[in-house]
């Protein structure tokens, strides 16, 4: 039995001041209202009916009964500030400053125990503070050509993270606040039309994702079950390990090739267009692990047929072209006994699209 009753509310505003033709300000305020209330109870039935103090203590060491009521209010008002200066047609310079929040929350699952009993303090979720700096310019040094460069930098205090505990009874994954994560990183990108027929473009982003302290993070994979002094272990300190899901270094490519062409008899562009992804290797773990690490890979995707703005259009895609295996999550799996799980990515794709737009 578990049961969440949850209330937000929101007010907020935006103004573009226009200083200047040249020079706009652009401030921001939000207020929030959270209350979350939980109810969580869990019964275990079944498997072997004894006394035995020893035997039922093994038991309830694979699963037990839990259960435990929980709740959360918060306010939350938050700002942004952004500041544009556009010197001419070509040069667009901007800077921004702005505070966020991911609302308080509470875990409707089985938590990890302490003194035999559901860790409670881990039932209520602290909101995320969220402080981001961004100072970026997009520029169009030629008529058929724009390049952008972006450096941001993002603190988070109390950064929601989806975990799996490695305790024996848990059996499940919980949500927890790390103390602080750092995101800080650059973004460049170019478009290029070389001539009616021909364009191209591409990204490239740096990302530094770490956590700055997180004291309190479930084991990784290679030590569940660990114990000292014959007492299990449930938390590691992982300040400084890496964040997962993000990768180092990943990047975008692509091109097309269009040309006029008729189809059914009606005005279209027949087109033969390859884009691509790349990223290098990332975490897959809350807890960095050495088992759970993926693999950077490259994705490659096309397309051909004729396209329309108005009426009708075909094409023939195809995703991931040179079937590439590859990793999109590896997870601890449920049961905590020391194994995991792969989340796939799709193998080579193909399909065909018709379309006809009004």
């Given at each position: 039995k578990a049961s969440i009753k949850s209330t937000s509310a929101a007010a907020f505003a935006n103004v573009?001041?226009?200083?200047?033709?040249?020079?706009?300000?652009?401030?921001?305020?939000?207020?929030?209202?959270?209350?979350?209330?939980?109810?969580?109870?869990?019964?275990?039935?079944?498997?072997?009916q004894t006394t035995d103090a020893a035997l039922l203590a093994l038991k309830n060491g694979v699963y037990s009964n839990q259960s435990y009521t929980a709740s959360a209010e918060e306010n939350n008002f938050t700002y942004n500030i952004t500041v544009a200066y556009k010197p001419n047609h070509r040069i667009n310079a901007f800077a921004s400053y702005s505070t966020s929040f991911k609302p308080v929350g509470v875990n409707v699952a089985g938590l990890p125990t302490k003194n035999g009993k559901a860790d409670t303090s881990l039932a209520v979720i602290k909101p995320e503070d969220?402080?981001?700096?961004?100072?970026?310019?997009?520029?169009?040094?030629?008529?058929?050509f724009t390049f952008n460069i972006t450096v941001h930098s993002t603190d988070i205090d109390n950064y929601q993270t989806n975990v799996q505990s490695p305790e024996l009874g848990?059996?499940?994954?919980?949500?927890?606040?790390?103390?602080?994560?750092r995101v800080q990183g650059v973004e460049v990108d170019a478009n290029y039309r070389v001539d009616k027929h021909f364009s191209f473009y591409g990204s490239v982003a740096y990302t530094d994702a770490k956590y700055v302290k997180f004291t309190n993070a479930p084991l990784?994979?290679?030590?569940?079950?660990?114990?000292?002094?014959?007492?299990?272990?449930?938390?590691?300190?992982?300040?400084?390990?890496?964040?997962?899901?993000?990768?180092?270094?990943?990047?975008?490519?692509?091109?097309?090739?269009?040309?006029?062409?008729?189809?059914?008899?009606?005005?279209?562009?027949?087109?033969?267009a390859l884009d691509g992804f790349q990223r290098s290797t990332f975490s897959s773990s809350p807890s960095p692990s050495a088992y759970l690490n993926i693999q950077?890979?490259?994705?490659?995707?096309?397309?051909?047929?004729?396209?329309?703005?108005?009426?009708?259009?075909?094409?023939?895609?195809?995703?991931?072209?040179?079937?590439?295996d590859y990793h999109e999550q590896l997870l601890p799996a449920g049961g905590n006994a020391g194994h995991y799980a792969s989340v796939l990515g799709d193998p080579r794709t193909y399909g065909i699209t018709f379309k006809y737009v009004f």
């Amino acid at each position: 039995k578990a049961s969440i009753k949850s209330t937000s509310a929101a007010a907020f505003a935006n103004v573009d001041w226009k200083v200047s033709e040249k020079f706009h300000v652009q401030p921001g305020v939000r207020f929030n209202y959270d209350k979350k209330d939980v109810d969580y109870k869990r019964t275990t039935y079944g498997g072997l009916q004894t006394t035995d103090a020893a035997l039922l203590a093994l038991k309830n060491g694979v699963y037990s009964n839990q259960s435990y009521t929980a709740s959360a209010e918060e306010n939350n008002f938050t700002y942004n500030i952004t500041v544009a200066y556009k010197p001419n047609h070509r040069i667009n310079a901007f800077a921004s400053y702005s505070t966020s929040f991911k609302p308080v929350g509470v875990n409707v699952a089985g938590l990890p125990t302490k003194n035999g009993k559901a860790d409670t303090s881990l039932a209520v979720i602290k909101p995320e503070d969220v402080k981001h700096y961004e100072i970026g310019v997009k520029t169009t040094p030629l008529n058929n050509f724009t390049f952008n460069i972006t450096v941001h930098s993002t603190d988070i205090d109390n950064y929601q993270t989806n975990v799996q505990s490695p305790e024996l009874g848990v059996n499940r994954g919980y949500i927890a606040n790390a103390d602080k994560v750092r995101v800080q990183g650059v973004e460049v990108d170019a478009n290029y039309r070389v001539d009616k027929h021909f364009s191209f473009y591409g990204s490239v982003a740096y990302t530094d994702a770490k956590y700055v302290k997180f004291t309190n993070a479930p084991l990784p994979l290679e030590e569940t079950g660990k114990t000292v002094n014959n007492v299990q272990v449930a938390f590691k300190d992982i300040s400084g390990g890496a964040l997962p899901g993000i990768s180092k270094w990943a990047s975008s490519f692509g091109g097309e090739y269009q040309t006029a062409a008729s189809l059914l008899g009606k005005p279209n562009k027949f087109f033969v267009a390859l884009d691509g992804f790349q990223r290098s290797t990332f975490s897959s773990s809350p807890s960095p692990s050495a088992y759970l690490n993926i693999q950077g890979y490259t994705l490659l995707n096309g397309r051909i047929g004729f396209k329309a703005n108005t009426g009708f259009s075909a094409f023939v895609w195809a995703r991931n072209i040179l079937d590439k295996d590859y990793h999109e999550q590896l997870l601890p799996a449920g049961g905590n006994a020391g194994h995991y799980a792969s989340v796939l990515g799709d193998p080579r794709t193909y399909g065909i699209t018709f379309k006809y737009v009004f």
